[in-house]
């Protein structure tokens, strides 16, 4: 077994980032956030699709401390959370319910053994349940009728919540879907050179694919680097609920596509495939979460195997530290500054957004040793 030392400044920045959320939970307690606005988060309804990282951070950071008044935050928010579901707020829940529960009600189940939260869990398995369309296998992203029949690379994150639930409640019928999924983004989304689309959409009543979308990236064949970082994380997850070895090799295949298309500097540009890649705004949530993913990835390969993927994510964890970080800017909320959200509507360019600073802190607990994450 590989021995590692955690690396000084990784230590460093995991007291960094305790103290940046003890500040900043004090401010907005158990709220739900997005994107930074002049440095400041501000809460948001608990539709918003990002609504479960603050409350998740919240509990990856009691973790660590015990700070049960962090604990105590991160439940009253999934208490609102759970509101969703008998208010209007129900419209504006889609396939993201795995971001906003697995985060939350199943990391809190994992963390406190609350009866509560695995009911929570439940619930949000069977919603993201009947977003499933059986004439195509797969998991229909969003509700509004101009997006009709789209199915997006990012749901990739969303399946644990299935495979959690499979096993926790001895359903195979939760796996059996997600497995259907990972299939159908096995066959349309991940490109021969292991590049990733973002979005197709498929007919609703055949399931037939009708075209490939560029979405939040560049175009159509452009590769979106968050896009690309949800599927170096969700295919060696789902690997490693499934152990089929198909989902391993395309995770290989797909991490070592993103590592091939980082600068020299690698915090990774919002798409892969703009003209050029060196001038455009940079996303350091796509780097975070490729992080947490390529260790996930190394974690699940014989000793040795996984070597250029663990030293890959311990290059974008020190750059993103280098670069990105706040901890000499009060002005900031975010843990991590230059991040991009949506370019193409020119929406949370080059600001902090949550999901970035929750893997960043995510990964950087997992070089410190930790080995049970909420997915
Ligand atoms: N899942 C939407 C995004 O990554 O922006």
Same mark, same amino acid.
């Given at each position: 077994?590989?021995?590692? *030392?955690?690396?000084?400044?990784?230590?460093?920045?995991?007291?960094?980032?305790?103290?940046?959320?003890?500040?900043?939970?004090?401010?907005? &307690?158990?709220?739900?956030?997005?994107? $930074?606005?002049?440095?400041? =988060?501000?809460?948001?309804?608990?539709?918003?699709?990002?609504?479960?990282?603050?409350?998740?951070?919240?509990?990856?950071?009691?973790?660590?401390?015990?700070?049960?008044?962090?604990?105590?935050?991160?439940?009253?928010?999934?208490?609102?959370?759970?509101?969703?579901?008998?208010?209007?707020?129900? =419209?504006?829940?889609?396939?993201?319910?795995?971001?906003?529960?697995?985060?939350?009600? +199943?990391?809190?189940?994992?963390?406190?053994?609350?009866?509560?939260?695995?009911?929570?869990?439940?619930?949000?398995?069977?919603?993201?349940?009947?977003?499933?369309?059986?004439?195509?296998?797969?998991?229909?992203?969003?509700?509004?009728?101009?997006?009709?029949?789209?199915?997006?690379?990012?749901?990739?994150?969303?399946?644990?919540?299935?495979?959690?639930?499979?096993?926790?409640?001895?359903?195979?019928?939760?796996?059996?879907?997600?497995?259907?999924?990972?299939?159908?983004?096995?066959?349309?989304?991940?490109?021969?050179?292991?590049? *990733?689309?973002?979005?197709?959409?498929?007919?609703?009543? *055949?399931?037939?694919?009708?075209?490939?979308?560029?979405?939040?990236?560049?175009?159509?064949?452009?590769?979106?680097?968050? &896009?690309? $970082?949800?599927?170096? =994380?969700?295919?060696?997850?789902?690997?490693? =609920?499934?152990?089929?070895?198909?989902?391993?090799?395309?995770?290989?295949?797909?991490?070592?596509?993103?590592?091939?298309?980082?600068?020299?500097?690698?915090?990774?540009?919002?798409?892969?495939?703009?003209?050029?890649?060196? *001038?455009?705004?940079?996303?350091?949530?796509? &780097?975070?979460?490729?992080?947490?993913?390529?260790?996930?990835?190394?974690?699940?390969?014989?000793?040795?195997? &996984?070597?250029?993927?663990?030293?890959?994510?311990?290059?974008?964890?020190?750059?993103?530290?280098?670069?990105?970080?706040?901890?000499?800017?009060?002005?900031?909320?975010?843990?991590?500054?230059?991040?991009?959200?949506?370019?193409?509507?020119?929406?949370?360019?080059? +600001?902090?957004?949550?999901?970035?600073?929750?893997?960043?802190?995510?990964?950087?607990?997992?070089?410190?040793?930790?080995?049970?994450?909420?997915?």
């Amino acid at each position: 077994m590989t021995i590692r *030392t955690t690396p000084d400044w990784a230590i460093a920045a995991q007291e960094q980032v305790e103290r940046k959320v003890m500040d900043l939970a004090e401010r907005v &307690g158990g709220a739900f956030l997005h994107a $930074s606005v002049q440095g400041r =988060y501000h809460p948001l309804a608990s539709d918003v699709w990002t609504s479960g990282f603050w409350p998740g951070i919240l509990l990856q950071v009691y973790r660590r401390t015990e700070a049960t008044s962090l604990l105590k935050m991160a439940k009253a928010a999934e208490d609102e959370l759970e509101q969703a579901f008998v208010s209007d707020l129900l =419209y504006g829940l889609h396939h993201d319910i795995g971001f906003q529960f697995q985060t939350t009600a +199943v990391a809190r189940y994992k963390i406190a053994s609350d009866p509560i939260a695995r009911r929570r869990g439940l619930l949000a398995t069977s919603f993201l349940m009947s977003r499933f369309n059986p004439a195509g296998n797969f998991i229909e992203a969003w509700n509004t009728e101009d997006r009709r029949g789209m199915v997006i690379i990012d749901t990739m994150m969303n399946l644990p919540l299935l495979f959690w639930a499979a096993e926790e409640f001895k359903q195979p019928r939760f796996r059996n879907v997600a497995e259907a999924h990972a299939e159908t983004a096995v066959r349309y989304f991940v490109r021969e050179d292991g590049s *990733t689309h973002h979005i197709i959409r498929f007919d609703q009543k *055949t399931g037939a694919p009708i075209e490939a979308l560029g979405g939040q990236g560049y175009a159509p064949d452009s590769c979106w680097s968050r &896009g690309q $970082s949800w599927a170096v =994380y969700g295919f060696p997850l789902a690997y490693r =609920y499934t152990g089929v070895s198909a989902y391993l090799e395309v995770a290989k295949r797909i991490a070592d596509n993103f590592i091939a298309a980082l600068p020299p500097e690698y915090v990774p540009p919002w798409d892969f495939r703009v003209p050029d890649p060196s *001038t455009a705004p940079r996303d350091s949530s796509a &780097g975070a979460i490729a992080a947490s993913g390529l260790l996930e990835l190394a974690s699940l390969l014989p000793d040795g195997a &996984g070597e250029q993927y663990y030293s890959a994510a311990v290059n974008l964890l020190q750059a993103l530290t280098t670069r990105c970080a706040t901890w000499e800017r009060p002005d900031q909320d975010g843990l991590l500054m230059h991040a991009t959200g949506k370019l193409p509507a020119n929406e949370n360019v080059d +600001v902090s957004l949550i999901y970035g600073d929750f893997y960043y802190l995510e990964a950087l607990g997992k070089l410190a040793g930790l080995t049970e994450t909420c997915w």
